[in-house]
């Protein structure tokens, strides 16, 4: 049999296959597609008010790129395992891929749109340019939501992997960062330049 013929049998089967199971099925048995579910919905975003109506499937991810076309938030894996759709809710940082829109009903939503603005950029925003923390630029709206809550979370005192003293509170030390950003994935390797960024903050922020 040549390559050929090979490729021509099996994209028959592979049709057959594909024909088969709802062939066999009369129309009466055929399972009737459901309509989506859809739910009203009111999140506060970047300090105003949105009415949604949403696929209860849909996630606050899709809700703000598709249904509010705040694109700043990127899609890396939509599987919590980018970091690149971190956003802050009620002003704790989450990824967006994972969480329903509609367990959000009347939630402050962060993204990197209502952080700061080109001609007024939130401290976070300037130090990641002052200290070039991008390459490419589409870790960077995650990593900088993710910046900000990281700073919040160390004032508000609560520990991380590597915290090693748990009654007093934790500092914003370079190991400390590192662990507490190490959910924000960068593939062109801005990390040292992330940590610098976010130091300077830190930094400026307890002075
Ligand atoms: S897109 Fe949400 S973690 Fe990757
Ligand atoms: S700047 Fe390109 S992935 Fe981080």
Do not use: W
């Not at 049709?15 to 129309?27: H, I, Q, R, S, Y």
């Not at 395992?81 to 989450?94: F, H, K, N």
């Not at 749109?113 to 070039?132: I, R, S, W, Y």
């Not at 490419?136 to 160390?154: H, M, N, R």
């Amino acid at each position: 049999m040549t390559r050929h013929t090979l490729l021509k049998v099996s994209a028959a089967t592979a049709a057959t296959a594909a024909v088969a199971p709802g062939a066999a099925l009369g129309d009466s048995e055929r399972p009737t597609a459901r309509a989506p579910e859809m739910l009203p919905l009111t999140l506060k975003v970047n300090g105003e008010s949105k009415q949604l109506n949403v696929d209860t499937r849909t996630t606050l991810l899709d809700a703000l790129r598709e249904h509010l076309h705040l694109t700043g938030t990127k899609k890396g894996c939509d599987h919590g395992q980018c970091g690149a759709c971190t956003v802050l809710v009620d002003g704790r940082r989450l990824n967006a891929c994972l969480t329903l829109a509609v367990m959000h009903q009347d939630a402050e939503v962060t993204t990197i749109e209502g952080l700061g603005t080109p001609d007024n950029l939130h401290p976070m925003q300037a130090a990641f340019v002052k200290h070039d923390g991008y390459q490419c630029g589409y870790c960077t709206p995650g990593q900088i939501c993710s910046s900000v809550a990281v700073l919040k979370e160390i004032e508000a005192g609560i520990p991380s992997h590597v915290t090693l003293d748990l009654v007093s509170s934790p500092e914003a030390t370079a190991d400390e960062l590192r662990e507490r950003m190490s959910g924000n994935i960068c593939r062109c390797g801005a990390y040292s330049n992330i940590l610098a960024a976010i130091e300077d903050v830190a930094g400026s922020q307890k002075a």
